[in-house]
Nanobody, 117 residues
Framework: QVQLVESGGGLVQPGGSLRLSCVAS????????MGWYRQAPGKERELVAS???????KQLDSVKGRFTISRDNAKNTVYLQMNSLKPEDTAVYYC???????????WGQGTQVTVSS
């Protein structure tokens, strides 16, 4: 069994910052790709950013220059530093983790991020 626990969401004013964390625990052989998705009301879930075990990152165009994904392999943890937040960043954010030996990735429970004045 693998568990993903997310933290760091909340309410922030436009222009503010939040840092999301997602810790993987349980029966883990090796954590491979890690990423963050988000889903706003009435919209499809979209990939915000991803990072390989070696540190290669990809990001959604609309968050480039504002969001930074990073990871700590020793702690099986992925982070999403979100700066200059905009109301359109409001969504439930989910971490997504691929594990060696597992056919499909694991999902976190989701954490709400609300950007509003």
């Amino acid at each position: 069994q693998v568990q993903l626990v997310e933290s760091g969401g909340g309410l922030v004013q436009p222009g503010g910052s939040l840092r999301l964390s997602c810790v993987a625990s349980g029966s883990i052989v090796r954590v491979d790709d890690m990423g963050w998705y988000r889903q706003a009301p009435g919209k499809e879930r979209e990939l915000v950013a991803s990072i390989t075990r070696g540190g290669i990152t990809k990001q959604l165009d609309s968050v480039k220059g504002r969001f930074t994904i990073s990871r700590d392999n020793a702690k099986n943890t992925v982070y999403l530093q979100m700066n200059s937040l905009k109301p359109e960043d409001t969504a439930v954010y989910y971490c997504n983790v691929a594990m060696y030996g597992s056919r499909s990735p694991y999902w976190g429970q989701g954490t709400q991020v609300t950007v509003s004045s």
